[in-house]
């Protein structure tokens, strides 16, 4: 089975985020960008998939010239091949214009995918809104938040988080599944495959080249603002012994913050 | 008009979805048109009430004997029918998970973005305008939508429920046809997880733990709070859970589940910024840690600076004092 992984780069979760009011964007400059958490959970699917039923696993990036290093990650953990979909655009915060660029691909370039693996949401943009319009562009149905995943022949089966309980969804491949944390535990790369990742080309395929016109691929979110939370008062320190704090607790839950 | 979807588990409405509709009326009304509520497969008892409580005064009933388990595909075909039909201005979810499931998947439909995950819709020269927290919480993007109806996810336990009792909504209803083949997936069975009543991502109140629970015998402590606390949940940090002292569907953060109760306790957590994405939207925050250093205070509106082992019997005793 061909395996497709969409895989994005993005800043590392502890980052600290600056933001440029004017271009109402983050700023990137002294950020450290990663293979998003989730994608890691996707690809690592992706690898077991194939370790246990053969096929070819393709990992794919719509990004600027950097996201050539979370694609050479993903060689290096053990994907067969990666490509670049070259984005000239600043992160514009639309899922609808990443999902057009990711299905076009899978038309023109890998039509017979019989998976297509996703992570949950991708950090920062915090949308997880891809994985489902890609699934839809394509006429596929679609598992989100999954924790665990089973595929015999053309029939899969997937567990999802919903509140409280798990929900099992039944579906026919080719689909669109994203991951969640606990549907495995990613690889670290080996000194192997870091090696034999660097003697890999990785192409880079533009907009035009997947047929999309400039129209197609132009944002349609209109960002009015980017601001940064408001800071949090300093709040009350609340003495003496545990059980002298617990009760002055209580009373100021009732009476000041009105939470009880 | 704005369409507010009503979602329906274990044959109830789900809290979250009326939050949205109240929210979705007062947008409408800033806009000068109606809110109105889409209820997709089966209606429970009583729904008209509940959703004419809410504030609308119409329900679209969508039906079809494919749309009875939830489908994304199924769901989304029937939804998108609707909107067009109506030529709704705008169609708000809960950002639950069936919400966030379905939304992404209707924009698509109709070929226009979304907002997910908002926590806050205000109008403001005759349009919607969304507000959504990204990068776990640590900037907040508000945005237009001109293309086309808007599509939003809406966080729950964010928008207040106020009752301002209207009268029973009239239901309407919409038989949907639904191609042969259209639907090439759906929800085979609920699995549910023993005990757990109510889902920290929905609960008032969230007891959370960190690394100093030292195990589940520490939860079993934090579970004893949370019974005699009104709708509450145990949350855990990442750290926890990772050690298999509590499931991984009680983690909050980056990692985990964002959750805006009213109140939340962090007991022996030391507020890294991937715990802290999860839970910086709720109103009322409590720490409780040895360290008086821990970056979890400079996020609480109060702290104890002690042993949570300590606190916990404390709190639990003060607490049953007040109801007796
Ligand atoms: C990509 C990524 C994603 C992540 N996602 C998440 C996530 O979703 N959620 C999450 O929580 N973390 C997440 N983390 C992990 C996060 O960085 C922290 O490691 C984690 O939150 C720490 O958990 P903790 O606060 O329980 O433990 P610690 O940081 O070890 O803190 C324990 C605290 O308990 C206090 N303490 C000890 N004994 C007592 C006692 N008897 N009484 C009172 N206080 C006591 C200590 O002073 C300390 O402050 C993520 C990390 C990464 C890299
Ligand atoms: N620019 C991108 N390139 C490749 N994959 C992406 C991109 N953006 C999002 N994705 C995929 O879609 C998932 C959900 O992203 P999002 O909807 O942005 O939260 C991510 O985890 C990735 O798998």
Known sequence: MNILVFIKRVPDTESRIR??????????EGLNFVLSPYDEYALEEALRLREAKGGKVTAVSFGPDEALSTLRKALAMGADEAVLIKDDLREAYDPLRIARVLAAFVRARQPDAGLILFGRMSVGSDNAAVPPMVAEMLGLPQATVVTKLEISGQEAAACREIEGALEKVAF??????SAQKGLNEPRYETLKGIMAAKKKTVPVVTLAELGL??????????????ELPAAKQAGKILPGTAEEAARELVRLLRNEAKAL | MILCFIEIRDGKIKKSSL?????????????????????????PEGAAAEIGAAGAAKIHHLQNPALTDYSSQGFALAVEGL??????????????????????RLAARLGVPLASDCTAVSVSGGRLVFTRPIFAGKALLT???????????????????DAEPGPEAEVVPHA???PEGAVAGKVAEILSESGAAIDVAEADIVVAGGRAMKGPEGFARLSDLAAVLPRAAVGASRTAVDAGWIGHS?????????????????????????HLAGMSSSKVVVAVNKDPEAPIFKVADYGIVADLFQVVPALIAEIKALGS
């Open chain 1, 213 to 226: 016109s400039g129209e197609e691929a132009v944002p349609r979110v209109e960002i009015l603002s980017l």
């Open chain 2, 250 to 274: 009680h983690q909050v953060g980056q990692t985990g589940k964002t959750v805006s109760p009213n109140l939340y306790f962090a007991f022996g957590i030391s507020g890294a910024i991937q």
């Open chain 2, 19 to 43: 939050e949205t509709l109240v929210a979705g009326r007062r947008a409408a009304e800033a806009l000068g048109f109606p809110a109105e509520a889409v209820l997709v497969g089966s209606a």
């Open chain 2, 83 to 104: 909107v067009r039909e109506t030529a709704a201005r705008a169609v708000f979810f809960p950002a639950t998970a069936m919400g966030r499931d379905l939304a992404p």
């Open chain 1, 172 to 177: 026919r491949l080719p689909a669109v599944v």
């Open chain 2, 176 to 178: 949907v046809a639904i």
């Open chain 1, 19 to 28: 933001i440029d009011r004017e271009a109402k964007s983050i700023v990137e």
């Open chain 2, 143 to 161: 945005l237009a939508l001109p293309a086309g109806p808007a599509i939003a996810t809406l966080r729950p336990n964010v928008f207040p429920l």
